[in-house]
């Protein structure tokens, strides 16, 4: 009867294990494959049908357009470095913004695109803690900048911006401006504050850090 009892928790104790290593492998795999696909629907409706019949050659036609994509952004980003290219982009983008609807998600794209993959982007600077909801109890959150313009004006002490990300989902949040004087500063990065939310907690630097000393050994 113990040798049963045994037998069970060892095996939910794998398939646990096992779950956390396959899921996240899956879900990479799938995201990807949609990227790849959906980027490629829109280019590959224009080949005659009778051209991809085959599986194989299907997928070859996949795989050309997406480096015909990836190379007509690099192209962009090239122009775009240089002068012409950019007054060039400039005049786009001036006549862009005068659009109605149009240019409010072109802005808001073009700011999010800039905050997370841009050469200066501020999103994410430090792992903090706030004290929130009320006295005496903290959260983690993520400062993104200090505050500048109205809201710093407006002030009499030095604000900074901070995303408070909800777990285990931290795409999702709230955004507070807090005194600077009132936000601890936490010595981990990013990456390990982000595997606290996701986890609930049950993930910690120091975990983090022994994790990681095992497998060096």
């Given at each position: 009867?113990v040798?049963?009892?045994?037998l069970?928790?060892?095996?939910?104790?794998?398939?646990?294990?096992?779950?956390?290593?396959?899921?996240?492998?899956?879900?990479?795999?799938?995201?990807?494959?949609?990227?790849?696909?959906?980027?490629?629907?829109?280019?590959?409706?224009?080949?005659?049908?009778?051209?991809?019949?085959?599986?194989?050659?299907?997928?070859?036609?996949?795989?050309?357009?997406?480096?015909?994509?990836?190379?007509?952004?690099?192209?962009?980003?090239?122009?775009?470095?240089?002068?012409?290219?950019?007054k060039?982009?400039a005049?786009?983008?001036?006549?862009?913004?005068?659009?109605?609807?149009?240019?409010?998600?072109?802005?808001?794209?073009?700011?999010?695109?800039?905050?997370?993959?841009?050469?200066?982007?501020?999103?994410?600077?430090?792992?903090?803690?706030?004290?929130?909801?009320?006295?005496?109890?903290?959260?983690?959150?993520?400062?993104?900048?200090?505050?500048?313009?109205?809201?710093?004006?407006?002030?009499?002490?030095?604000m900074?911006?901070?995303?408070?990300?909800?777990?285990?989902?931290?795409?999702?949040?709230?955004?507070?401006?807090?005194?600077?004087?009132?936000?601890?500063?936490?010595?981990?990065?990013?990456?390990?504050?982000?595997?606290?939310?996701?986890?609930?907690?049950?993930?910690?630097?120091?975990?983090?850090?022994?994790?990681?000393?095992?497998?060096?050994?």
């Amino acid at each position: 009867m113990v040798i049963k009892v045994n037998l069970k928790r060892r095996l939910r104790n794998y398939f646990f294990t096992g779950l956390l290593i396959v899921l996240p492998l899956l879900v990479s795999v799938i995201v990807v494959w949609w990227l790849f696909s959906t980027s490629t629907n829109l280019f590959i409706r224009f080949i005659p049908p009778a051209y991809l019949e085959s599986t194989i050659i299907r997928l070859l036609v996949r795989v050309l357009t997406l480096a015909g994509l990836v190379a007509l952004i690099i192209f962009v980003g090239a122009v775009a470095r240089n002068v012409i290219g950019r007054k060039i982009i400039a005049l786009g983008e001036w006549i862009v913004v005068r659009i109605p609807i149009f240019n409010r998600v072109y802005l808001a794209v073009k700011q999010i695109g800039e905050a997370f993959i841009g050469e200066h982007k501020t999103v994410f600077r430090k792992v903090v803690l706030i004290e929130y909801p009320r006295k005496g109890l903290f959260v983690i959150g993520f400062q993104t900048a200090e505050s500048r313009g109205e809201i710093q004006d407006k002030m009499s002490q030095t604000m900074v911006n901070v995303f408070l990300p909800t777990s285990p989902n931290p795409t999702s949040g709230m955004l507070i401006v807090v005194p600077k004087q009132d936000v601890i500063e936490l010595d981990i990065t990013v990456e390990e504050g982000m595997k606290m939310v996701i986890s609930g907690g049950a993930v910690s630097p120091a975990k983090i850090e022994r994790e990681t000393e095992i497998e060096a050994t």
